[in-house]
């Protein structure tokens, strides 16, 4: 029963994974987001700016084409947000359908939340009339909007990433930078990306504050001349009536009525005079006050007698219908002394038509201007007239520019974020795909001359993956045609020549301990005969190549060819078993070939290799115009030797005493002889190697015994029962060294060696 419910949950998990649930999951969230944007408000209408107590209404998405009809592309525009419930719909079905239409999905919802935003920031630049209107938006609308427009950045990003990651040069970019070691550096597109960034934004904030603070300008010596009008226009015609209150009135009237209709209303006009009328005072006529004596902040040299209190709201024009002034805060209906000591310093100086004096508490702007009496010693002051307007509604234009101009630069910068992005991916992507490939050739390339992997020659190349028609590609053209030439160069030059190039020690040369094999193959010559001179390089290349792998499959570096014989070596602490075993397998590869020739009906070959080990001088070569990086020393000379041995004896493989030393544990070797090279007088003990150890069968520790046997009583010069051994062996295993020391038995009786020979054999072969 237990084991039932574990299938089934383990086939419904499968289902789950087979029919991509995080993708549903995915589409059913993203339609449920859809559906709160488009039913919750994203913003609210102009606030009332006469009464700041007023609360607006808030404005849906569903009943857009109600608000925006003022202008045919808003009024379009506001229908296109029944596209996000048709969206959320189409994501609910797309669940139920086979198709498989991800990346349609994923643009559409990009789109729709792209017009989501521009919906909203065009209602805020449409009603957003004050400070108050950020203030009274209910916070939810800021998280909604928030949400909507971290998604978008985050969908804007992947967009981006998805373009980048569809190039397979790119991910392979990508791939390159998590292999390759970690260094501190800056990378050439984070430099293009934050300069080009930075370069825009820095454009783009410039250009928003000289606006801003040029319109800013403009505006505010717009609205001050505006109110300076106004206030200049009330004070004259005080001055014309004489203080005449029918007059008066009816002026302020007029102005209360055309300020139904004005761009922007005042909220009051005032003027505001001594309790006592000023009839004559010398010290207050206006022309007075422009002495410089006046002007001076010390008040010992203010010699101007104090100035009436200005407590008297004579006129207005916020009264009820019985006349009286009402909404007029007390403080608003006086102004002290230091206040109108002020006011006469800037009217004199002209300073106050500037800017309006802002009342922060009120929250209103206000605009003065003196009331005289015109008289022959000049004008007479009187009073203040006061032009008051509410704050908010006197800056309104003002604002309202600075949402706009504010969300389109930041609009832009995002925008610029991206461009930024996208122009470093187009500048930059095919220098760093460039690198990629020179990289991936370059590693290519090392393999092949540490021959740390399986790389070979054939496998280096360069991809010319550049599609841009630059520089750049000419510069990847330029690195694959140096490719192709070194790709043939290398097979023509050692690899020890190469390293020693690479690492700049070309002219260096060392004491070295290294293993040599020498190789060459019998019977070419007359295998050769009757061939074309192309068909006899190929036959030679096939069986040097078969040489050379298992000779780089076991840690040696072939040194140089010379017509069929090859030079290796091999270094490292194993250098003699690997020089041992390569050996080996050469001998079973050639076995094979001689297996193939004899089915064909062709001529085989066979094979002769000479091992020895020691120190050699390890260096360059040759002349400043070519030179070549190899072994010299009687190490060399001595495994060249062995390996021409080899057809003194009938051998296959000989060995030095000092690689014998270090391999007897692991191959079977018979001894073979006492030799002396030519041009060497020093007697060398040589072996031949049989087999590896672990793939030997009985029948080579028999013919080991049986020749090493013969081989004690030969140096014995006991010739019987030397030749009784050697005739066994040659007999039962067809041991041709055996053969060969049968020979030197039936000499040696007819002619004795002298009575000081001690078994050594003088080989006169090179």
Not at 174 to 181: D, G, T, V, Y
């Amino acid at each position: 029963m237990k084991s039932s419910i574990k299938e089934k949950t383990k086939l419904y998990i499968q289902n789950l994974k087979d029919r991509n649930f995080f993708f549903y999951f995915c589409r059913i969230f993203a339609s449920l987001f859809f559906l709160i944007l488009f039913f919750t408000p994203f913003g609210m209408q102009a606030l009332s700016l006469e009464n700041r107590l007023s609360q607006s209404r808030l404005i849906f998405p569903f009943l857009l084409p109600i608000y925006f009809t003022s202008g045919r592309a808003l009024f379009f525009l506001s229908f296109l947000i029944y596209l996000l419930p048709l969206n959320s719909i189409y994501l609910i079905t797309s669940i139920f359908l086979k198709k498989k239409d991800r990346l349609i999905l994923y643009f559409i919802n990009f789109s729709l939340l792209t017009l989501y935003l521009v919906i909203a920031f065009t209602n805020m630049i449409i009603f957003a009339n004050c400070p108050r209107w950020f203030l009274q938006l209910p916070v939810f609308i800021y998280c909604i909007v928030a949400m909507a427009l971290i998604s978008h950045i985050i969908m804007a990003f992947y967009t981006i990433d998805l373009v980048r990651t569809s190039n397979p040069e790119y991910l392979s970019y990508i791939e390159s930078e998590k292999n390759s070691a970690k260094t501190k550096q800056t990378h050439i597109k984070t430099k293009l990306t934050l300069t080009v960034m930075t370069t825009l934004s820095l454009i783009l904030i410039l250009f928003m504050i000289l606006v801003l603070h040029s319109y800013q300008r403009m505006f505010t010596i717009a609205i001050s001349d505006t109110g300076y009008s106004q206030a200049q226009q009330t004070a004259n015609v005080y001055d014309s009536a004489d203080g005449t209150y029918e007059k008066i009135k009816t002026f302020l009237t007029s102005q209360k009525e055309a300020n139904l209709y004005a761009n922007i209303p005042f909220e009051r006009i005032d003027i505001i005079v001594p309790q006592t009328r000023i009839l004559n005072a010398s010290n207050l006529y206006i022309e007075n006050f422009a002495k410089p004596n006046f002007q001076s902040e010390d008040k010992a040299e203010n010699k101007m007698s104090p100035l009436p209190a200005f407590n008297t709201l004579a006129y207005t024009t916020s009264i009820d219908k019985y006349g009286k002034a009402i909404n007029i805060p007390a403080d608003e209906k006086i102004i002290s002394e230091a206040q109108a000591q002020e006011i006469l310093k800037k009217y004199v100086s002209g300073a106050f038509r500037n800017a309006p004096v802002y009342n922060k508490n009120s929250h209103t702007a206000k605009f003065y201007y003196p009331v005289t009496y015109t008289r022959q010693k000049g004008h007479l002051l009187q009073g203040f007239a006061v032009v008051t307007y509410q704050q908010e509604l006197l800056m309104q234009s003002l604002f309202r520019t600075k949402v706009f101009v504010i969300t389109l630069v930041l609009f832009f910068i995002y925008f610029s974020i991206l461009v930024s992005l996208v122009i470093a991916d187009f500048i930059t992507n095919p220098l760093l795909y460039l690198k990629t490939n020179i990289k991936n050739t370059s590693d290519t390339l090392y393999q092949i001359l540490h021959r740390s992997s399986d790389q070979s020659i054939p496998q280096l190349s360069f991809n010319d993956s550049i599609k841009t028609k630059d520089e750049i590609k000419n510069l990847s053209l330029e690195v694959k045609n140096m490719v192709t030439l070194i790709k043939g160069l290398i097979p023509f030059i050692s690899t020890s020549t190469l390293k020693a190039a690479e690492n700049d020690k070309s002219k260096a040369s060392s004491a070295k301990d290294l293993c040599f094999l020498f190789t060459d193959i019998r019977g070419f010559t007359s295998l050769c005969e009757g061939h074309k001179p192309k068909e006899i390089v190929d036959i030679l290349n096939h069986y040097l190549e078969i040489e050379t792998n298992i000779i780089l499959k076991n840690g040696g570096d072939v040194d140089k060819f010379v017509g069929d014989e090859m030079m290796a070596f091999f270094s490292g602490a194993k250098k003699e078993y690997n020089a041992c075993k390569a050996s080996m397998e050469i001998r079973a590869a050639m076995r094979n070939e001689q297996q193939k020739a004899l089915m064909n009906g062709n001529e085989f070959i066979s094979i002769g290799i000479g091992i020895n080990t020691g120190k050699v001088v390890f260096g360059s070569v040759g002349s400043e115009h070519r030179k070549d990086f190899t072994s010299i020393g009687d190490v060399v000379n001595t495994a060249a030797r062995l390996e021409s041995a080899n057809k003194a004896y009938g051998s296959k493989s000989l060995i030095t005493q000092a690689v014998y030393d270090k391999i007897k544990d692991k191959f079977i070797c018979r001894e073979m002889d006492y030799i002396t090279v030519k041009g060497k007088k020093e007697v060398c003990c040589i072996y031949e190697i049989l087999q590896e150890k672990e793939s030997a069968g009985e029948k080579l520790y028999e013919i080991k015994e049986l020749f090493e046997k013969g081989l004690y009583f030969y140096r014995k010069q006991k010739w019987d029962k030397a030749e009784d051994f050697f005739t066994q062996c040659a007999t039962v295993y067809n041991d041709m060294p055996s053969v060969i020391f049968l020979d030197r038995i039936k000499h040696f009786k007819e002619t004795p060696p002298a009575k000081n020979w001690n078994g050594v054999f003088n080989l006169r072969v090179k």
